[in-house]
């Protein structure tokens, strides 16, 4: 990839038919706003992982293309400020898209082909666990099944997904591994006569399950060894977008007063209860 001639516009606030912004975060936080084809990532530097990303998809111009496998690192900012090929080198840690690869490869040929090769750079990677199960599967056709009910929106979306980016997250070859991820997706339908926006709210979380995992027996463990930290099965929840923001420090009131969840958070305890964090183990529990 040539940083000369690379200018990509990246994600459009204006794609949908009302403006719609990139995720923020808080006041002080050091990010990289690096533009891609059809969509933005905002990474931050010290994690050396995003902190947000989005995409604009356009679902009546979805080109095929050939997947290829070309990670690399983005030339635009120092490679000492990105996740690459050392975390994943000889382990069972998957590069995990966040954009998803086939999202961006919308348009004409040469710029379904160009964003189909952005979404290989690095920094729009994150370590995820390798074994593949249903909940995988299930966070992975998450856009195709919003970009379905999506249809009256002229089969538009707009999707913005990262890690959690938590302190105590366990060291890895220099790198603190997400045990969480977040996604929300956005679109419009016509409410009586007016335009108004939807949004909803996902978790992934690859926190190992077992109850008598001693956690920080194994980190200790892995950091010794130079293995992975354990990772458990894929578990993917629709949360309230406000539980989004509490986890990840990001302005998404926006998003929030447009979230199809009923917004009950008032019911919660002080314990820190889950209760509206529905669990899915297919599409039919999606609440859209």
Same mark, same amino acid.
């Given at each position: 990839m040539d940083a000369a001639i690379f200018s990509p516009t990246g994600y459009d606030d204006n794609f949908l038919d009302l403006p719609l912004q990139l995720p923020t975060p808080s006041a002080g936080t050091i990010t990289r706003e690096l533009p891609y084809t059809h969509f933005t990532i905002l990474l931050d530097p010290v994690r050396r992982l995003a902190i947000a990303t989005g995409v604009n998809i356009n679902g009546d111009q979805l080109i095929d293309v050939d997947r290829g496998d070309d990670w690399h690192l983005d030339p635009r900012i120092p490679? @000492?400020?990105?996740?690459?090929?050392?975390?994943?080198? =000889?382990? &069972?840690? &998957? *590069? #995990?898209?966040?954009v998803r690869r086939r999202d961006p490869v919308w348009g004409d040929a040469a710029t379904a082909q160009q964003a189909n090769a952005d979404t290989f750079a690095y920094t729009n990677a994150a370590p995820q666990a390798g074994a593949f199960n249903q909940s995988k599967e299930l966070w992975l056709g998450l856009e195709d099944h919003v970009l379905t009910y999506a249809h009256t929106n002229k089969n538009r979306i707009s999707v913005f997904t990262a890690p959690v980016l938590f302190e105590e997250d366990p060291v890895y070859r220099g790198?603190? $591994?997400?045990?969480?991820? !977040? =996604?929300?997706?956005? !679109?419009?339908?016509? +409410?009586?006569?007016?335009? +108004?926006?939807?949004?909803? #709210?996902?978790?992934?979380d690859q926190r190992p399950q077992l109850a008598d995992l001693d956690l920080d027996a194994l980190r200790a463990q892995a950091l010794i060894a130079g293995t992975p930290p354990p990772l458990g099965p894929y578990r993917t929840y629709q949360v309230p977008i406000m539980d989004i923001a509490g986890l990840t420090g990001l302005d998404l009131m926006t998003f929030?007063?447009?979230?199809? %969840?009923?917004?009950? %958070?008032?019911?919660? @305890? /002080?314990? #820190? /209860? *889950?209760?509206? !964090?529905?669990?899915?183990? &297919?599409?039919? #529990? $999606?609440?859209?």
């Amino acid at each position: 990839m040539d940083a000369a001639i690379f200018s990509p516009t990246g994600y459009d606030d204006n794609f949908l038919d009302l403006p719609l912004q990139l995720p923020t975060p808080s006041a002080g936080t050091i990010t990289r706003e690096l533009p891609y084809t059809h969509f933005t990532i905002l990474l931050d530097p010290v994690r050396r992982l995003a902190i947000a990303t989005g995409v604009n998809i356009n679902g009546d111009q979805l080109i095929d293309v050939d997947r290829g496998d070309d990670w690399h690192l983005d030339p635009r900012i120092p490679n @000492n400020e990105q996740t690459g090929e050392a975390v994943y080198a =000889k382990n &069972d840690l &998957d *590069r #995990g898209h966040l954009v998803r690869r086939r999202d961006p490869v919308w348009g004409d040929a040469a710029t379904a082909q160009q964003a189909n090769a952005d979404t290989f750079a690095y920094t729009n990677a994150a370590p995820q666990a390798g074994a593949f199960n249903q909940s995988k599967e299930l966070w992975l056709g998450l856009e195709d099944h919003v970009l379905t009910y999506a249809h009256t929106n002229k089969n538009r979306i707009s999707v913005f997904t990262a890690p959690v980016l938590f302190e105590e997250d366990p060291v890895y070859r220099g790198v603190r $591994i997400p045990q969480l991820f !977040w =996604k929300v997706a956005a !679109w419009t339908t016509t +409410v009586d006569a007016a335009t +108004v926006l939807q949004t909803a #709210g996902f978790v992934l979380d690859q926190r190992p399950q077992l109850a008598d995992l001693d956690l920080d027996a194994l980190r200790a463990q892995a950091l010794i060894a130079g293995t992975p930290p354990p990772l458990g099965p894929y578990r993917t929840y629709q949360v309230p977008i406000m539980d989004i923001a509490g986890l990840t420090g990001l302005d998404l009131m926006t998003f929030a007063d447009a979230d199809v %969840l009923a917004p009950v %958070l008032a019911v919660r @305890n /002080d314990t #820190g /209860d *889950r209760g509206l !964090w529905v669990e899915l183990s &297919d599409e039919s #529990g $999606i609440h859209l």
